[in-house]
């Protein structure tokens, strides 16, 4: 932890820090609202077209605002490991799927700000509950984000099943990256204890939204889509959003693995084999 930082200095930072971004969301919200009115009730091509475009220009403006915050006030720095000149030649109309390990409600910031600031808007597979959290669950639903009912129940199932067919095949026809958490929550010692996963610092993934999403990416596109796996590590170890709104994360790691959907021949396998060596390297 940055030793500057006080207890009460860190409180306070992490209040600004929220309330900006906040603030920001909600500026921008009112146009994301808009562009999806205007394309809901003028569902012609040309409208279409132009009002995705505008989406994604809003959306990338409340991203460069974020951004600016975590890199300028709170001073984060990344260090990128790996192939990160994949992340640097990014654009706004690629299309490729992302999976990453997930810590922290951090995480999303931080992928956006090394996704979307000159790449594509990032689009989560999300849990319905987050569209009752205020602001972000907006945000969520006015960018039409797959939801996830995430219950064990065979109906649940076969509807997060569909879902994930769904965003796949958007995969072939919008520009946006698809983002998957394989463990499907934030990682806790806690958690981990509970569902027994044989890794250190992961959950055990759930291979079947994956499984899913690699099938539709193969058979309806009708071309490799890019399949970048990312890694994060937090310095000092703490991921507590809260601690990291106010700056006491001094470094953030990642690193970064690109492959092509179409060399992956055994989902399960290749998922298995990316977690064991993402567990050694979150040991580092």
Not at 23 to 34: E, V, Y
Not at 62 to 83: N, S, T
Not at 95 to 117: A, E, K, R, Y
Not at 205 to 226: E, M, S
């Amino acid at each position: 932890m940055n030793s500057r930082i006080t207890p009460v200095l860190g409180h306070v930072l992490s209040s600004i820090s929220f309330l900006f971004i906040t603030i920001n969301l909600l500026f921008w919200l009112l146009f994301l609202i808009l562009g999806v009115l205007i394309r809901f009730f003028l569902p012609f091509g040309i409208v279409k077209t132009t009002t995705f475009k505008s989406v994604q220009l809003i959306y990338r403006f409340a991203v460069l605002f974020d951004a600016w915050w975590l890199l300028h006030v709170l001073k984060i720095r990344f260090d990128i490991e790996g192939e990160k000149e994949v992340l640097a030649n990014l654009s706004m109309n690629d299309s490729p799927l992302i999976i990453c390990n997930h810590q922290s409600w951090f995480d999303t910031f931080l992928l956006q700000t090394l996704i979307s600031s000159n790449g594509p808007m990032l689009k989560f597979l999300i849990k319905r509950e987050l569209l009752w959290v205020p602001v972000l669950g907006w945000v969520c639903m006015a960018l039409n984000f797959p939801r996830l009912n995430r219950r064990k129940d065979t109906e649940s199932r076969a509807s997060d099943r569909k879902v994930a067919e769904r965003a796949s095949f958007k995969l072939g026809d919008e520009a946006g990256a698809l983002l998957l958490f394989p463990e499907g929550t934030r990682f806790s010692a806690e958690k981990r204890r509970a569902r027994q996963s044989p890794y250190k610092n992961l959950l055990k993934p759930k291979q079947g939204g994956f499984n899913t999403i690699l099938q539709v990416a193969a058979n309806y596109t009708g071309r490799d889509t890019r399949l970048l796996d990312l890694s994060i590590r937090y310095e000092p170890g703490d991921a507590n959003c809260w601690r990291c709104m106010s700056g006491a994360v001094d470094i953030i790691h990642v690193k970064v693995r690109s492959t092509d959907t179409g060399k992956v021949s055994d989902g399960a396998t290749w998922l298995g084999e990316c977690w064991r060596d993402k567990d050694k390297w979150l040991s580092c």
